[in-house]
């Protein structure tokens, strides 16, 4: 069996804060073949490595800027200047009242991590490269495109200028890109001119992330019209299994689809805490989406228990 690409979600989000360069050092050391990175833009264009648009699940933003919020309430990384979101502590996913989205992570609202830029992720990937002679790869997502362009700022050239700049330039594989909109994939490829393989996520509609219908999406014809453009899918480990007798988890043939099409499938999210139904644990759930599936990649909170099981 051949073992999938681990992907660090967040990086190793699952011991500490999300998209910290400390989370991002540790999924490096665990042995991730690539690091995660989302991406949006502060007020002053500044590429920012964060989840979502918003500030507020996962920093102090609240105690620092009070006041600083939109109408909704939330508080988002467009409205902030680079300056001001250096001052913020990350902190570990919260929900609105403050408790742990997974309580036995990292403890809530605590810690001294920072905010980080795109290319000070991208300086510190290289670093560790590097001092280890390792050549761990970068796997940046496109949040939002089209929220963005009504904000006034359009990510992906500057995504592409900034990769180049930091010199992926011949080594294509070190870069997979990422995006929910299948129309900012099909720029990205055929106006943009991406040299890196490129990911379409598949989500849900009801999420509204972008005017993506993902339903068509995970069809023959969907999967067709997505290998005109991208590499691989990134499918929820959702998407990929249902129950079959007595509840025992059957492949929904979507990997297997995929393949058809020519595309890899990089499904996510792969959490010790968060398993889906019919798993009795982290260990057979890899296990089942590696050997019974074949997928071809995985993003996960805890690369290090991917890499160490040692049935793959
Ligand atoms: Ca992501």
Redesign the pocket.
């Known amino acids: 069996m051949t073992r999938p690409l681990v992907i660090a979600?967040?990086g190793a989000s699952g011991y500490l804060p999300e998209h910290t360069l400390a989370a991002k050092t540790l999924a490096f050391e665990m042995g991730a073949d690539f690091l995660?990175q989302?991406i949006v833009a502060s007020r002053d264009d500044e590429l920012i490595v964060v989840?979502d648009v918003l500030l507020d699940r996962v920093s102090d933003v609240a105690l620092k800027f009070p006041g600083r919020h939109r109408d909704d309430g939330r508080y988002y990384v467009r409205d902030f200047d680079l300056s001001e979101i250096r001052s913020l502590r990350a902190w570990e996913r919260m929900h609105a009242d403050g408790t742990a989205v997974y309580p036995g992570r990292y403890p809530a609202q605590s810690g001294d991590f920072g905010i980080n830029t795109l290319a000070e992720e991208l300086a510190l990937v290289q670093q560790l490269n590097a001092d280890h002679d390792r050549s761990v790869g970068v796997y940046p997502?496109i949040k939002r495109p089209a929220w963005h362009k009504e904000e006034g700022v359009d990510i992906a050239p500057r995504l592409l200028d900034t990769l180049a700049e930091f010199g992926y330039v011949d080594d294509l594989d070190s870069v997979y890109v990422?995006c929910f909109d299948d129309a900012e994939i099909r720029r990205l490829r055929n106006e943009l001119n991406c040299p890196y393989k490129l990911v379409q996520l598949i989500g849900e509609n009801a999420w509204l992330e972008a005017e993506t219908d993902y339903d068509a999406l995970r069809t023959e014809a969907g999967l067709r019209e997505i290998a005109a453009s991208a590499d691989a899918i990134g499918p929820r480990i959702e998407h990929l299994i249902e129950p079959g007798a007595d509840s025992v988890p059957v492949s929904t043939g979507l990997v297997e689809m995929a393949h058809e099409a020519g595309l890899a499938a990089h499904p996510y999210t792969f959490r010790v805490d968060e398993l889906p139904d019919g798993f009795a644990s982290f260990d057979d759930l890899v296990s089942f989406c590696v050997s019974e599936l074949g997928v071809d990649g995985l993003f996960t909170d805890f690369p290090d228990r991917v890499i160490r099981l040692e049935s793959l």
Do not use: W
């Open positions: 979600h967040r995660e989302d989840h997502e990422q």
